[in-house]
């Protein structure tokens, strides 16, 4: 839909699928799903792989912010991945990282704009905190 209400609606769903450290899923098969007021919500960046157990997660569609913690884990050795998709652009110097480990951004796919984030472990149990703020 167009309207303001859609936009809430779909935030305020997603908002509830963060709280529970839920995934989600949503099928439009409208070729004008892009344009509708609530895409911004659904089209969102979101933890896709954890080196460890996620215990929070958040994106502001309104001042597009991503947060994200977790406990990594010491036995873990893959890295944690964060979909970032293709409507949002993000620089290296907009990402904060506690503790500080390597970032790279590397497309998803071979010739996709959607992005991955992909977070080093520091080899070592600790919880880490993660800050984007995204331009648009």
């Known amino acids: 839909g167009h309207s303001a209400e859609t936009f809430n609606a779909a935030t305020d769903v997603v ?17 004008k799903l892009a344009v509708t007021d609530h895409f911004a919500a659904l089209s969102r960046p979101f933890p896709q792989r954890i080196s460890g157990e996620l215990t929070s997660y958040f994106f502001d569609a309104e001042s597009n912010i991503f947060t994200c913690n977790w406990d990594e884990k010491k036995s873990l050795s893959a890295p944690t991945l964060v979909y970032i998709p293709e409507r949002l652009v993000v620089d290296k ?7 500080p480990g390597g970032i790279r951004i590397i497309p998803i796919n071979d010739g996709s704009k959607n ?7 520091t080899e070592k149990s600790t919880s880490r905190h993660l800050s984007i703020q995204f331009k648009q």
């Open 15 to 31: 908002k509830k699928f963060e709280h529970l450290l839920c995934g989600n899923a949503y099928w439009d098969f409208s070729k």
């Open 93 to 99: 110097k907009d990402i904060s990282i506690e503790p």
């Open 115 to 121: 992005m991955l984030l992909t977070i080093s472990p």
